[in-house]
């Protein structure tokens, strides 16, 4: 039975903005989570997959989107994979053999193509559902959220207007302001210190609450060996990378 409709979180267009401006590739792609009822798709969730692309093929990483999956699983097991999306602009030669891969891991899987350089007032989103493992067909689709989600909306739709989305210098920005934030706090608590030293009626409860405040900052209690961290992170690295070339050899 084929889907009439489907209702994509403003959350999940905002992941795949993100996703696309953290790399330098043509296009990226990720695999959608939700529920269905009736004749409805739900799209709440997604998770972007290691992808490459070729002239005529493509390779994404199965393990990689299994162990991901299962994560996700653990924290909500209401979300199943409903399909997969790319960052657009247009339906590519490779998305009807794609949309047959995913198939492995959910019937009739969708294909959300997401323009993340749209700079039009048109809608940034076209879903698609794989028919009969035979074609692409064109369903209707909504942008749908609480009121903290249409917010997110309206950042998305002026992101992708202007094209800038998310950058490194942004981040770098917003936490050299939460750093002197931080510094000036700290200013702020040392100068009421030392006025409380001096007076002859301090406010415990202040004190008190600034006691709870340094209890609360974890502390080692010894130094850690980072000659064993390294070995396992080295173990753990050569191992994804084996399971990698197995699965390309697959």
């Not at 302001?177 to 002859?200: A, D, F, M, N, V």
Request: charged share 25%.
């Amino acid at each position: 039975m084929g889907h009439k409709e489907t209702t994509i979180s403003p959350l999940v267009l905002l992941s795949i903005v993100d996703h696309y401006g953290r790399f330098n590739a043509p296009r990226v792609v990720g695999v959608l989570l939700g529920n269905t009822e009736g004749d409805k798709i739900f799209v709440t969730n997604s998770f972007a997959i290691p992808f490459e692309e070729f002239d005529k093929n493509y390779f994404f990483d199965t393990s990689y989107l299994k162990n991901m999956y299962d994560l996700f699983y653990k924290v909500n097991c209401k979300e199943k994979i409903v399909g997969w999306y790319h960052s657009g602009p247009k339906m590519y030669k490779n998305d009807l053999e794609l949309s047959k891969a995913f198939s492995k891991y959910c019937d009739d899987p969708i294909l959300a193509i997401v323009d993340v350089k749209m700079k039009t007032n048109d809608f940034p989103t076209q879903i698609y559902q794989l028919k009969h493992n035979k074609e692409l067909v064109h369903t209707s689709v909504q942008i749908s959220g609480d009121e903290t989600e249409v917010v997110g909306v309206e950042h998305l739709l002026r992101d992708l207007k202007d094209g800038i989305g998310f950058n490194l210098s942004d981040n770098v920005e917003d936490v050299l302001g939460s750093l002197l934030t931080y510094s000036s706090s700290l200013e702020e608590i040392i100068r009421y210190i030392e006025k409380e030293q001096s007076s002859e009626k301090p406010n415990f409860e202040i004190m008190e609450l600034l006691q709870d405040i340094l209890n609360e900052i974890p502390k080692l209690t010894k130094s850690p060996d980072f000659s064993d961290i390294y070995s396992y992170e080295l173990a753990n690295t050569l191992v994804i990378m084996n399971d990698l070339q197995r699965n390309r050899s697959e």
